[in-house]
């Protein structure tokens, strides 16, 4: 079983539409949780930590499941502005290195 | 406070040739990662160090590539006698000291073509 392991999508969804992305991970001594942006051709940007007991920040909500080992994103009211990858990055537990999912791409079409 | 830099953000080589890439971490940050990108693929982890420290180098290749980060100036990565293979986007991300975060910050990246 891969560390962190994401569906690559692409996910196309229509202006407006809300979307979810869901990011297992196999070690459950983990303690940090992040959802990255990457833009085409350009360097990953942090767009949430994940906190256990969830966190919202305008349109993007982020939760976090120990018990199964997940973490999820929600995007409401998709924008053309949100077409990225989106990067789920797990922490291995006291460690400073973390391991990156390998992405979700997002494509918001008009 | 500047963030991540890394230079040159383009670089060609011919095979053979080595290839230099430095990293300067965000102000204050401690720690220094690489990682390397293929075309549409994820990003890897190749290499985690502190200042005069290597940490973990477990996902760097055997042979041809290196890794420092030096007590004073830039973390540097290097490849010697560069191949097609390597040519991919190769990104230096810096975070706090442990303890704070594991939060990591990105450079913009460095793009080496090998012909």
């Known amino acids: 079983r891969k560390e962190v392991e994401q569906d690559p999508g692409p996910f196309n969804v229509p202006e407006g539409a809300t979307v979810a992305f869901n990011c297992t991970y196999s070690?459950?001594?983990?303690?940090?949780f992040f959802w990255y942006r990457q833009d085409c051709r350009k360097e990953p940007k942090l767009l949430m930590s994940?906190?256990?007991s969830g966190n919202e920040d305008g349109r993007f909500t982020a939760q976090l499941n120990r018990a199964s080992q997940y973490i999820s994103l929600l995007i409401r009211d998709s924008k053309l502005s949100d077409s990225a990858t989106y990067l789920c990055?797990?922490?291995?537990?006291?460690?400073?290195?973390?391991?990156f999912g390998t992405g979700t791409k997002l494509q918001v079409i008009p | 406070n500047a963030g991540v830099m890394q230079n040159p953000r383009h670089l060609v080589r011919r095979r053979g040739q080595e290839a230099r890439l430095r990293c300067s971490p965000m102000?204050?940050?401690?720690?220094v990662y690489w990682y390397r990108q293929l075309p549409e693929e994820g990003l890897k982890f190749m290499v985690y160090l502190q200042k005069e420290n290597i940490i973990d180098e477990s996902g760097m290749p055997k042979e041809r590539f290196s890794a420092e980060f030096p007590k004073e100036g830039p973390s540097i990565l290097r490849i010697q006698q560069v191949v097609r293979g390597d040519s991919a986007a190769y990104f230096c991300?810096?975070?706090?000291?442990?303890?704070?975060?594991?939060?990591?910050?990105f450079g913009p990246g460095t793009r080496l073509t090998v012909l």
């Open positions: 991300a810096s975070s706090p000291p442990a303890g704070v975060s594991s939060e990591q910050f």
């Open positions: 102000k204050g940050h401690s720690h």
């Open positions: 990055v797990v922490n291995a537990g006291g460690y400073q290195k973390v391991t």
């Open positions: 070690n459950s001594a983990s303690q940090s």
């Open positions: 994940v906190y256990s």
